[in-house]
């Protein structure tokens, strides 16, 4: 499989917890980028890499949330001392350029 | 600010029936692009197909067809002979132009429910 992927793709921690969240881009694909998805609504982005480099982050990126792309390949994502209203799905997309993203299978995070 | 906007929360069709599904948009800028993707259950955003703003002609992939009217910023999307597999959740996006990021914004989305 050449997609997107990410892991895990079910996460259920308790409040205040921190979670981290993997995604694999497809591999010519220079940029990545996350967003997050709540029930009945489309996804919104969070934050943007060119390569290694961290381009961009939301208003929606409280200090909580911190991204990296360390060799400019995978990404994670973690959030430190979730709150409930984190629960969402994340989603991972990758493009080559400014090209259609191609988005991978999301993680559904639940803080209980 | 760009904005999306999809009326219809949810839609039935029956199966082998077309099925148009709206979005709006709101945009200054001259240059931008739109999506649709499909989200079915799993989860996963499946991109469909893309209508640039200078594209003459509306977009067509396979089943799929984009009817782009650029003066009254709308981009619906229009599926041909409805399929049971083509139950899900579909969003018409847009992509800023002038982000460094090229970030997507989406609209609140349409859920499609074709029956047999």
């Known amino acids: 499989d050449t997609g997107v992927s990410q892991d895990p793709r079910h996460k259920i921690t308790k409040r205040g917890q921190n979670v981290t969240f993997r995604c694999d881009p497809i591999s010519e694909h220079n940029r990545l980028y996350w967003y997050r998805q709540t029930l009945g609504q489309g996804p919104e982005f969070l934050t943007y890499?060119?390569?290694?480099?961290?381009?961009?982050k939301s208003r929606l990126l409280s200090d909580r949330f911190s991204a990296e792309r360390p060799k400019g390949s995978f990404s994670t994502l973690e959030i430190q001392r979730t709150e409930q209203g984190d629960s969402a799905m994340y989603l991972c997309?990758?493009?080559?350029?400014?090209?259609?993203?191609?988005f991978g299978p999301g993680t559904r995070l639940t803080v209980t | 600010a760009q904005k999306i906007t999809q009326t219809q929360p949810g839609m039935f069709v029956q199966e082998k029936e077309a099925v148009t599904l709206d979005c709006t948009y709101d945009t200054s800028d001259q240059s931008y692009g739109l999506f649709w993707y499909k989200q079915p259950s799993s989860g996963e955003m499946i991109f469909l197909i893309y209508q640039g703003s200078y594209d003459e002609q509306n977009a067509t992939e396979g089943r799929y067809s984009l009817n782009f009217q650029k003066a009254r910023k709308s981009a619906n999307l229009v599926i041909s002979a409805s399929q049971l597999g083509d139950s899900a959740m579909y969003f018409c996006a847009m992509r800023e132009p002038y982000s460094s990021a090229s970030k997507i914004i989406f609209g609140s989305g349409t859920r499609l429910s074709i029956r047999p």
């Open positions: 997309a990758s493009s080559f350029q400014a090209y259609e993203q191609y």
């Open positions: 890499f060119q390569n290694e480099a961290q381009l961009e």
